[in-house]
């Protein structure tokens, strides 16, 4: 993956980025790669340090240890973040300004020559489903329209690296379709698009690749596909044959696990399982339920987070004896 | 390369605010109520007056010193508004989080403090210059009074007001905004009370006082500028009249001045105004967002 690194830098890369406010550690030595062109989803719980991280990617806060790379240039490079697009979590626009003028504000700061500004906003207003309400201030706007307008202003001038803080908290299933599109258009103008989310169910649609944070430390990255596992699928069936060789047709379409009336089939390719089932029913099995068996990234997530949320750390285990503390391993 | 572009933009987009949120007409309708009822209660003291055959000259006298109370109270008013003005310029933002759409974008920190610093500038610049002027109009008319330099006055009235503006401003890239516009009003009061101090420790001979009044006078030139405003209104019939020894109460009154405020300070009081932009900005860059 990296190896054409002399071609084309990651879009983002950090080396051991670490956060401490106060005596909260925020991001504790965050390793990160994102490749120019691709939909990165970066997951974890709330407090997770997921915000923290887009901030010192920004420039918005100083990290305190570690450094890294946003599209070649060192962090919080002035002139690279006009290449950047980003949308915060806490978005919030001047109420004052119409939609149009907020997105006029933010073409001009972003430095947009003023020849193309006028099209570009009337693009990112149509693409965040605003143009009717481009003249309309944005005090009287509700949340997902605000963040609409925030999504808007983040795609202004087809940044090479889009950051989107959360972009659906404040939407509706209606607002998280759009917003699939919207990331789905922006990859396809070429940019690349770096989305801060706890809401897997998105993340899985639109991502290539994750990384889950959990406490301010990446405790799984990689392709989706790769980090889920094959798909693999299981049949209760009975009436079926036993003995060495029994199931060989299934075989040759997978490796199959046989645990009382259960079928596992793993390495199965999706588009098969009718055939699966076909070959079970071929074999006099009664077929009584099929499952999907592929993880999800809901269920990886829950087992990622879940057992760093309570380490069991040696020392507190043996200064107390059977005490009831934290239910789960 | 160094470009103004965002800065102006940001300046652009604080007087726009200004108007959008109305505060401007606030402001202009309580200065032209203010003015109108000053110009009402000039007009009836001057009629009284002159019944009660009352010589053009003193009444004259009476109608100066009557103005440069009004000035000195609408110094105040004007103190407070750059205050409030300015104190939630950069502190509401970071406060909302408005700033961090707009800090992500390729412009300085700077570019955000200088341009509010410059939007806020021009517009308690233009206020204080056209309330003063219309005061000062709205009495000439009614009483035939009109100050030795009225332009002399009114540009004091709105330096100073910038001054104020300033030091709210700098607070406020550190501090939430209800903090530092209250600090700056304290400080405001404070500096005026001790340009007071000074004056009385002048007639005293208090010397030791007089010094430690001048040097917090260095180090908040907003009374020193008032002096400015009274030099600009004072007739100078009255500060002849002042100068002889048998007056030395009266050069300890907050609302007298004989002479200008010294071109050296006026210029320290430049060199005070960029120096506290520059810290607002160093306070501010180093801030987390």
Redesign the interface.
């Given at each position: 993956m990296p190896d054409n690194g002399a071609v084309t830098s990651p879009a983002i890369e950090t080396h051991g980025l670490r956060k401490i406010?106060g005596r909260t550690v925020a991001l504790d030595g965050l390793d990160l790669q994102v490749e120019a062109g691709e939909v990165f989803g970066f997951l974890g719980p709330n407090g997770a340090g997921k915000t923290t991280a887009v901030?010192l990617l920004?420039g918005?806060?100083?990290p305190t240890a570690g450094d890294g790379r946003v599209l070649g240039q060192p962090i919080g490079d002035?002139?690279?973040?006009?290449r950047?697009g980003?949308?915060?979590e806490?978005?919030?626009?001047?109420a004052?300004?119409t939609a149009h003028e907020v997105l006029a504000?933010?073409a001009?700061?972003?430095?947009l020559p003023g020849a193309t500004r006028r099209a570009e906003i009337a693009r990112v207003l149509e693409l965040a489903g605003l143009t009717g309400r481009a003249d309309d201030r944005t005090g009287g706007f509700s949340k997902g329209m605000q963040q609409r307008l925030?999504l808007a202003?983040s795609l202004l001038g087809d940044p090479a690296l889009v950051i989107l803080d959360e972009p659906t908290s404040a939407l509706d299933p209606v607002g998280r379709a759009d917003v699939r599109t919207i990331i789905g258009e922006a990859r396809s103008r070429g940019s690349t698009v770096f989305l801060n989310s706890h809401l897997l169910g998105e993340v899985e649609r639109v991502c290539d690749r994750v990384a889950i944070v959990n406490r301010g430390r990446v405790v799984a990255a990689g392709a989706l596909g790769n980090l889920l596992g094959d798909a693999s699928v299981r049949i209760r069936a009975t009436g079926l044959p036993t003995g060495d060789g029994a199931l060989a047709p299934l075989e040759r379409l997978g490796t199959v696990e046989r645990a009382d009336d259960w079928l596992t089939i793993r390495h199965l390719d999706p588009d098969r399982i009718p055939d699966a089932v076909a070959t079970v029913v071929g074999l006099g099995g009664r077929v009584h339920a099929v499952e999907s068996g592929r993880r999800s990234l809901e269920e990886l997530f829950l087992g990622l987070v879940q057992d760093a949320a309570d380490p069991i750390d040696p020392a507190d285990v043996a200064g107390v004896p059977a005490a009831p503390t934290g239910g789960e391993r | 390369m160094i470009t103004l572009?965002?800065m102006l933009?940001i300046a652009g987009?604080t007087l726009?605010?200004i108007v959008?949120?109305r505060i401007v007409w606030v402001l202009l309708i309580l200065a032209v109520v203010s003015v109108a009822l000053v110009g009402i209660g000039v007009q009836r003291l001057v009629s009284f007056a002159r019944a009660d055959g009352v010589a053009e000259l003193e009444i004259r006298i009476g109608v100066s010193q009557v103005l440069i109370m009004i000035a000195f109270m609408f110094s105040f008013v004007l103190a407070m508004s750059a205050a409030f003005l300015a104190a939630p310029a950069i502190a509401s933002d970071v406060e909302?989080?408005?700033v961090?759409?707009?800090?992500?974008?390729?412009?300085?920190r700077a570019d955000l403090v200088v341009g509010r610093w410059l939007g806020l500038s021009i517009a308690i610049a233009i206020y204080a210059m056209v309330s003063g002027l219309l005061a000062i109009a709205v009495v000439n008319l009614v009483s035939g009074h009109l100050p030795p330099l009225p332009w002399i006055a009114v540009s004091f009235l709105a330096w100073q007001a910038i001054a104020v503006l300033t030091f709210a401003l700098a607070l406020g890239t550190r501090l939430p905004a209800i903090a530092a516009g209250a600090i700056t009003v304290v400080v405001f009061g404070l500096g005026w009370f001790v340009g007071v101090l000074g004056s009385i420790a002048i007639v005293f001979n208090a010397e030791p006082l007089a010094t430690a009044a001048d040097a917090l006078g260095v180090l908040l030139p907003t009374d020193g500028l008032w002096r400015g405003v009274i030099y600009g209104l004072e007739p100078p019939l009255v500060a002849m009249l002042a100068s002889g020894s048998s007056a030395r109460g009266l050069q300890a009154s907050p609302f007298f001045a004989v002479s200008p405020p010294p071109i050296t300070f006026v210029a320290w009081s430049v060199v005070w105004v960029v120096l506290v932009v520059a810290v607002g900005v160093l306070l501010f860059r180093r801030r987390?967002?």
């Open positions: 406010y901030k920004l918005l806060a100083r002035r002139v690279t973040r006009g950047v980003y949308l915060p806490l978005f919030r626009y001047q004052w300004l504000l933010h001009q700061l972003a430095g925030g202003a | 572009r965002p933009a987009l726009r605010e959008r949120r909302t989080g408005t961090l759409a707009m800090l992500a974008r390729p412009i300085r987390e967002l």
